[in-house]
C-alpha cells in the first residue's frame, strides 16, 4: 500500500513538473505573440488579404518579384491567415500552430508516445521551434503536421488502419502546401511509408486486402501532395517556380549559406552541414558570434574559427537549437535506435512503439540530406520527432523523474532566450505593452500620413495599409 501511494506521488510530481511549464509556455506565446515579422508584412499578409479579398486591404499591388511569388508560392497560408486579417486580431494567426499542436499532442498521447504536457515541453527545447510557434511564419505548421502525418501513417500501417492512413496523407498535403520544404518533407513521408508497408510484414500481422489499398492509398497520397508542384511545372516549366533550382530556372535565384569547408565531402555535406548547423559547431568551426533570433538569417562577421581562420562578412543561416540540448538529445535518439535494433535482431519482430521509432529514424536520417537542411526552421519536423522520440524512450525507464528534470532545465534556456525581454519590457512600461504586442512594431499613424504612399520596401507599405485602415 505504501509503494502504491508512494508511486501515485511521483506520477504526480511527474506531471506537476512538466504541465506548469507548458500551459506557461503556451500562454506566453499567445501574449507575446510576433504576428507582424517581416516576412508576413512584406508577402504572406499581402498573398493572404488579395487571395481572400479582404475589404481595404486587397488592393495592395505586388511588384513584379512578389508577383511571381504569389503565381508560384503554396497557397495553404494565405487561407490559414485570413481570419486575422478579416477581423483585425493578430493574435488569430497563432491559431493554425495551436491547431497542429494540439493534434500532435493528442495523436501522441493516444498511441500512449508520451503525455500532451511532455510533448509540448519536449518539442519547445529547441528555441528555433519555440521562436517559430510564437510567430506568423509557417515553419511551425509545416514541421508539426508533417510530424503527426509521420506517426499516424506509421501506426496505421502497424495496425492496419486505413482511416487513420488517409488521415496522415491529408495532413502531409497540408504541410506540402504550405511551403516547398513541406512538399520535400511530405514526399519523404510517404517514401517511408512505402519502407514500412514492406517492413510491416515481418513485424505485424498479414493482411494482403491491407497492403493493397494502402498501397493505393499512399500514390494516390504522393499524387496529391506533389499536385501544386506539378502544375508549377506545366505552367512555369519549374515545380519550385519562382526560385531556379538545378536544371529549372525560374526568376527569382536560390542561395544555400551553408559553409564551404565540409565541400570536399559531397554527397555527404549537406547532412553534415545538418548536424554541424544543429549541434551549433558550425558557429565555433566559423566563428561565428551565437545569435538567436526566428530565422536564423542575418549577415554577420565572423571573426575566424577553428576550419575558418579568416575574418569574413556573409549571410550566416545555421544554428537555432541551443546545441547542448541537441547533443543530449541526439544521442539518446541513437541510443535508442541501437537498443530497438538489436532487440529486433534478437527477437526477429517489432511492437508498435519500436516500429514508430526506427521508421522514424529513417525519417530524420533521410531528412538530413533535403536541399538547404542547414536552415534548421525549414525542417523543425526532424527535431520535433528526435525530440519526441528520445525522451519518450528515456521516460518509460525507471529514471524518469531525471528525465522530466533534465528537459525542463533545457527547456529554461528556450524560455529565457523567448520570453525574456518581452517580460521585461512588461514589469518596465506595464501590461499595456503586452496587449499591444503584436503590433508593437507597426509605424504610427502620423508615420503613414507623411511617408511616400509609393514607399517601395512592400512591408512597410502593408503595414501602412493595416494602420491606415
Avoid at 488579395?50 to 488592393?59: F, K, R
Avoid at 518533407?185 to 505485424?204: C, E, I, K
Avoid at 549577415?299 to 575574418?311: E, H, I, V
Avoid at 522530466?404 to 534556456?413: H, P, R
Wanted: with cysteine; hydrophobic share 45%.
Amino acid at each position: 500500500m505504501n509503494k502504491s501511494i508512494l508511486s501515485e506521488l511521483f506520477s504526480r510530481l511527474n506531471n506537476n513538473l512538466t504541465v506548469f511549464p507548458a500551459v506557461a509556455i503556451l500562454s506566453l506565446s499567445i501574449i507575446f505573440f510576433d504576428a507582424f515579422i517581416y516576412d508576413v508584412l512584406a508577402y504572406h499578409g499581402p498573398f493572404s488579404v488579395i487571395a481572400t479579398q479582404v475589404q481595404g486591404l486587397s488592393d495592395f499591388q505586388l511588384d513584379q518579384g512578389l508577383l511571381n511569388r504569389y503565381q508560384g508560392f503554396p497557397p495553404l497560408w494565405r487561407f490559414a491567415l485570413y481570419p486575422s486579417f478579416l477581423i483585425g486580431w493578430p493574435r488569430l494567426m497563432l491559431l493554425p500552430n495551436l491547431l497542429i499542436l494540439a493534434l500532435l499532442c493528442l495523436a501522441l498521447q493516444r498511441l500512449k508516445v508520451l503525455p500532451w504536457h511532455l510533448t509540448v515541453c519536449a518539442i519547445f527545447v529547441f528555441p528555433v521551434c519555440l521562436f517559430s510557434f510564437r510567430s506568423g511564419y509557417q515553419d511551425f505548421f509545416v514541421g508539426a503536421s508533417t510530424s503527426a502525418s509521420l506517426v499516424l501513417l506509421l501506426y496505421s500501417i502497424y495496425d492496419r488502419k486505413l482511416l487513420i492512413t488517409i488521415l496522415a496523407l491529408i495532413l502531409s498535403a497540408f504541410s506540402s502546401y504550405t511551403k516547398y520544404q513541406g512538399f520535400m518533407q511530405s514526399f519523404l513521408v510517404v517514401v517511408v511509408g512505402y519502407l514500412a508497408l514492406v517492413s510491416s510484414q515481418y513485424t505485424s500481422r498479414k493482411d494482403l486486402g491491407f497492403n493493397k489499398q494502402c498501397f493505393i492509398a499512399l500514390s494516390l497520397g504522393l499524387f496529391l501532395i506533389s499536385s501544386h508542384s506539378i502544375y508549377n511545372l506545366i505552367v512555369y516549366s519549374n515545380p519550385f517556380y519562382p526560385v531556379s533550382v538545378g536544371p529549372f530556372e525560374g526568376p527569382e535565384g536560390n542561395y544555400t549559406a551553408s559553409s564551404t569547408y565540409t565541400s570536399f565531402l559531397y554527397p555527404l555535406q549537406g547532412s553534415l552541414n545538418h548536424v554541424l548547423s544543429a549541434s551549433e559547431l558550425d558557429w565555433i568551426f566559423r566563428g561565428v558570434v551565437p545569435k538567436y533570433n526566428i530565422d536564423m538569417a542575418r549577415a554577420q562577421t565572423q571573426y575566424g574559427g577553428l576550419l575558418d581562420p579568416k575574418a569574413v562578412t556573409g549571410l550566416v543561416r545555421t544554428g537555432g537549437t541551443y546545441g547542448p540540448a541537441y547533443l543530449a538529445i541526439f544521442l539518446a535518439f541513437t541510443s535508442g535506435i541501437f537498443k530497438k535494433l538489436r532487440a529486433l535482431f534478437i527477437a526477429k519482430s517489432l511492437n508498435s512503439q519500436d516500429f514508430l521509432y526506427l521508421l522514424t529514424g529513417i525519417y530524420v536520417l533521410l531528412a538530413s540530406f533535403l536541399p538547404q537542411s542547414h536552415e534548421l526552421r525549414y525542417y523543425l519536423s526532424i527535431f520535433i520527432l528526435i525530440s519526441v522520440f528520445s525522451i519518450s524512450y528515456l521516460y518509460q525507464t525507471s529514471h524518469s523523474q531525471i528525465v522530466c528534470v533534465v528537459v525542463l532545465l533545457c527547456l529554461s534556456v528556450s524560455f529565457v532566450l523567448n520570453f525574456t525581454q518581452p517580460l521585461y519590457s512588461t514589469a518596465k512600461q506595464g501590461f499595456g505593452y503586452a496587449v499591444s504586442y503584436p503590433s508593437r512594431d507597426l509605424p504610427t499613424t502620423q508615420d503613414c500620413l507623411i511617408s511616400e504612399p509609393n514607399v517601395e520596401d512592400p512591408a512597410k507599405r502593408f503595414a501602412c495599409m493595416l494602420i491606415l485602415r
